[in-house]
């Protein structure tokens, strides 16, 4: 039986890493850069065996022509490379994800599996700055949470306890690190797909429809659009989440409908949906933010945390 040894939640901004001299002189990008580093140490102390990281989708990888809700890796893994991310074959725990995958089956899920899946920054940013080294397998669960209909946040809980169950029921003994990437609040310029009413919107569905075998010839406009946005951060959203995650209980945000945390926090923080499934994973345990800043030029509250499971003494 395998266990999980640590959750960590961190958010994720490719403009960190491509425009970093545009915040340099702000306290609050270095304490969210220096917090990533503290969950760095973490997770290299808790000396993982796996790591499965839980993220999102930017239409890199997968597209509208076909969009699953849940899509494991398997085989291949490969890094899209967009904004500085890691680019090319990532190391797979290849047993691990199909027993995942065979989990997720036998308890009514309907996820999609890939041999050669192309993952994006809502799993590599993660991977890139805490994992640096990048010399640990891991296993990508890739949850839909910008191309509506979206997965009831309650769904993407039991998505997490299910993968908690793939873990005690593997057969191995091995120690595992989950990574819930995205969040928190914030918003894209992005369109419901079905309600495309500008010139940008309509470009960025036909980038979203076509971009399979030729993505990287939209990323110049996507960019621009992307850094036209104004920032729409809620902090109070954020440190209510956070709080929740201190205390071990999420059940407030798993309350909340799709349209209500858009409508509070924007479409981004639809990727709560990791952080949700991680600690579900986790089972009881305990959050500790490390860092939170609202940072307007990465148009996201950056969060980053742990979640440690608790030892059987400590659970009431």
Known sequence: MSRIVLGVGASHSTLMNTHWDEVDHLPAAHEFRDGLGRAADAIAAARPDAVVVIGSNHFRGLFLDLMPSITVGVSEVIGA????????????????????????????????????????????????????????????IVLNMFAPPLIPLARAEAIGRTLRAALESDGRDQRIVVIASGGLSHRLPWPDWSQTLSDDDRFLVEAWL?????????????????????????????????????????????????????????????????????????????????????????LTGMAVALFEPLDEGDRA
């Open 81 to 140: 490379g967009e904004a500085n991310t890691p680019a090319g074959p990532l190391p797979v725990d290849r047993d691990l994800a199909k027993h995942i995958v065979d989990t997720l089956v036998d308890s009514s899920f309907d996820p999609a599996f890939s041999l050669r899946l192309t993952v994006d920054h809502g799993i590599t940013h993660g991977l890139q700055h805490l994992v640096p080294a990048l010399d640990v397998p891991i296993v990508p």
């Open 210 to 298: 076509n971009g399979r075998e030729q993505w990287k010839e939209f990323e110049v406009r996507r960019r621009q659009i992307i850094r036209a946005a104004p920032a729409q951060i809620n902090p109070a959203f954020d440190a209510d989440f956070l709080e929740q995650l201190a205390a071990g209980d999420l059940s407030r945000t798993i309350a909340k409908t799709s349209d209500e945390i858009e409508k509070e926090a924007g479409n981004g923080a639809q990727e709560v949906r990791s952080w949700i499934a991680m600690t579900a994973a986790v089972g009881a345990g305990r959050g500790t933010t490390l860092a939170y800043a609202p940072v307007d030029e990465w």
